[in-house]
Nanobody, 126 residues
């Protein structure tokens, strides 16, 4: 069983940056695909981006491409989401999710992931 914990959320103004981290209870996240999702009130959970297992691939939703970057901190065993140029529309609870078996064609679907964190709130004021 893998336990994920997100951290780094907060309240910022539009244009600011935040860095979220996803920490895991397993020895290493490198063999997992770890993706970030977000969910705003009254909306469905939305795919943000993926760090593919062993760092073999990275991809993002169109809404965050060029502003958000996912990376792995091997020393801390975290998958981080660097969010720049934040907009009010980025306001949501951000979740990390992990799976060893998700296939590329399903990576943007929340149902493809077995393990989830509890989420961290990101609020961007205008």
């Amino acid at each position: 069983q893998v336990q994920l914990v997100e951290s780094g959320g907060g309240l910022v103004q539009a244009g600011a940056s935040l860095r979220l981290s996803c920490a895991a209870s397993v020895g290493t996240l490198s063999t997992y695909t770890v993706s970030w999702f977000r969910q705003a009130p009254g909306q469905e959970r939305e795919f943000v981006g993926s760090w593919w297992r062993r760092g073999s691939n990275l991809f993002y939703s169109d809404s965050v491409k060029g502003r958000f970057t996912i990376s792995r901190d091997s020393a801390k065993n975290t998958i981080d989401l660097q969010m720049n140029s934040l907009k009010p529309d980025d306001t949501a609870v951000y979740y990390c999710a992990a799976s060893r078996t998700v296939i590329l064609s399903a990576a943007r679907s929340a149902e493809a992931y077995h393990y989830w964190g509890q989420g961290t709130q990101v609020t961007v004021s205008s």
